[in-house]
């Protein structure tokens, strides 16, 4: 059985982590810029398609996708959460926490 507060801990460690990152990219312009520029000019982009075709938006009713079409979106997603995963695990080489007082 997993140990009492186990979703706080795992919480904590989730933000420890990501203010360590944000610290890292800070230290680095370089990469701050090649990872948050793509993503705010995408950012940009798509809500710009969004305001110039809204309405044609709102008759949208949906469509169907191929066996296909929904294997090939399917294995789209499966590559982009195995290269997510690949870099979070081979990031660093080992363990770093503070020490246990």
């Not at 186990?6 to 312009?29: E, V, Y």
Request: glycine share 10%; with cysteine; net charge neutral.
């Amino acid at each position: 059985m997993t140990e009492s507060g186990w979703l706080t801990h795992a919480w904590q460690m989730g933000r420890f982590d990501f203010k360590r990152t944000l610290t890292g990219m800070w230290d680095d312009k370089a990469r701050l810029a090649m990872t948050v520029g793509p993503m705010v000019f995408m950012g940009v982009v798509g809500l710009a398609l969004l305001v110039a075709f809204a309405d044609e938006l709102q008759g949208f009713s949906g469509m169907t996708l191929t066996d296909g079409a929904r294997g090939q979106l399917a294995m789209f997603w499966v590559f982009g959460v195995y290269i997510f995963t690949n870099r979070l695990v081979t990031q660093r080489s080992r363990v770093e926490a503070e020490e246990q007082c």
